[in-house]
């Protein structure tokens, strides 16, 4: 009996990160559920999904990040799909944006780009072969009043999937975007209702989309997609095309 891929997904205790676990299982993954602080969710979500297995990390912080590689190397010793799903975003206008907010949200991009470069080096390219899929987000692309650190960012991850794209083509390692638009998830139910019901209207299907919705794109990427590299796939139901 061959041994189950391994799958890491960041940010993973609630919403899409969530939604991506339990689909990646059901495809025969071994996951890996990341949380730096929903530890009770993390873990009840583990429980549910044969194999899984939870890791801790604030990957704002490089020492930690590096010690999330050596657990998972003690729990799997291996990496097959990385997917680079948490996030973090401060809201507020420029003006009164703090410089402590800016670093907040950029020393996670940061420490996402440190993650990436690890399991590439400890793992995908030993193993000569693996996939990553980083989620970014619509604004990233058209941009969002009171997010700049937060657009900035998720624009930053798909250079770095083009960019990686063009580093890994040879090493059999793909790199892909996965770009949500207006997802129900804790983080858009937090929202006035009358921004709500604003980027609804812009929305041509109508709706917001579900985090298993954006979890089943990024299923397709980590264990299809053989010829889908350095793009980005909006999952938005038309309300930017990319």
Not at 100 to 122: E, M, S
Not at 133 to 148: D, Y
Request: hydrophobic share 45%.
């Amino acid at each position: 009996m061959s041994e189950a891929p391994v799958a890491l997904v960041t940010g993973a205790g609630t919403g899409i990160g969530s939604a991506c676990c339990r689909r990646l299982a059901a495809a025969g993954f071994r996951v890996g559920v990341h949380y730096r602080c929903s530890e009770a969710a993390a873990h009840r979500l583990a429980a549910e999904l044969p194999g899984a297995f939870t890791l801790q990390a604030d990957l704002a912080r490089p020492e930690e990040v590096e010690a999330l590689i050596v657990a998972l190397k003690e729990a799997a010793n291996r990496l097959d799909v990385l997917v680079n799903n948490a996030g973090f975003n401060v809201n507020a206008p420029l003006p009164a944006m703090k410089l402590d907010d800016y670093d907040a949200v950029a020393a996670l991009t940061r420490g996402t780009w440190y993650l990436t470069k690890l399991a590439v080096r400890r793992f995908m390219l030993r193993q000569g072969a693996g996939r990553i899929i980083n989620v970014s987000s619509v604004v990233g692309h058209t941009g969002n009043a009171g997010q700049v650190p937060y657009t900035m960012a998720k624009a930053g991850l798909d250079a770095l999937t083009k960019s990686l794209a063009q580093e890994l083509a040879g090493r059999s390692i793909l790199v892909n975007s996965v770009a949500p638009g207006f997802i129900d998830t804790d983080m858009t139910r937090e929202l006035p209702e009358g921004i709500r019901e604003g980027v609804l209207q812009r929305v041509p299907l109508g709706r917001m989309g579900q985090a298993e919705e954006v979890a089943e794109v990024v299923q397709f990427l980590a264990s299809g997609a053989t010829y889908v590299h350095g793009s980005v796939l909006h999952v938005n139901g038309g309300l930017y095309g990319g």
